[in-house]
């Protein structure tokens, strides 16, 4: 469900993964939606919001950047739904969400987007052991696409870039890097501490002069 502001390079990576896996690929452009709302946003208020890039505010671009995620989720049901009644079929799909463990622990996630799936597999999983299994299941089942998404830095491409813009990086937006956030939650759940106690531990561990090993 690629947008005006998703790049080539990641709607290649779904459209491979779906091929490796053997799974029925939809291209489905969600820019037509996205302006449907601005449109009827403009219209209650006479106001249209703009990306920061575009000289609009903070929360202009925030509200913009929740708009297609929250899109997403709704064409996700619609597909679920309605993607067997196309096939003749009964019954209706699972929608799958994609948020991990850290993004959980942050509060980095829109209300109403993937945070909003049936299910969701790798809920329990923190980002590095995520992309070690990537690895090793690109090199054991020789499907190579997986390593390019396991390497890939996380985006979530949902505004567009002024000329001299930096990429839209997660980590860059959390302010924490996902080493972080594993080193977080494995005090969190394996050593049982809150966050009083997380903060003296990394006062007396952490050494801003090495890279943090995360459990």
């Known amino acids: 469900m690629g947008t005006r502001n998703s790049k080539d390079s990641s709607k290649s990576k779904a459209s491979r993964v779906a091929s490796a896996i053997g799974a029925k690929h939809y291209d489905i452009n969600i820019d037509n939606t996205f302006d449907a709302f601005v449109k009827q946003f403009k219209g209650a208020t006479g106001l249209e919001p703009k990306y920061e890039s575009a000289g609009g505010s903070n929360t202009e671009d925030i509200a913009l950047q929740n708009i297609t995620a929250r899109s997403r989720m709704v064409m996700s049901y619609i597909m679920g739904q309605l993607v067997p009644w196309t096939n003749n079929d009964k019954g209706f799909l699972l929608v799958l969400g994609t948020a991990n463990i850290g993004e959980g622990l942050r509060g980095y996630f829109t209300k109403y987007d993937t945070s909003s799936a049936d299910i969701n597999p790798i809920g329990g999983i923190n980002k590095s052991d995520m992309k ?24 979530a491409e949902l505004r567009p870039l002024g000329k001299d813009a930096k990429p839209q990086l997660d980590e860059e937006e959390m302010g924490l890097s996902y080493a972080e956030l594993d080193l977080f939650a494995g005090l969190r759940k394996i050593e049982r501490m809150g966050p009083l106690t997380m903060y003296s531990y990394l006062l007396l561990h952490w050494s801003h002069d090495r890279e943090m090993n995360p459990y």
Do not use: T
Not at 136 to 153: I, Q, S
């Open 132 to 155: 070690e299994f990537l690895k090793y299941f690109a090199d054991k089942m020789d499907m190579p696409v997986f390593r390019e998404v396991a390497e890939a830095k996380p985006s």
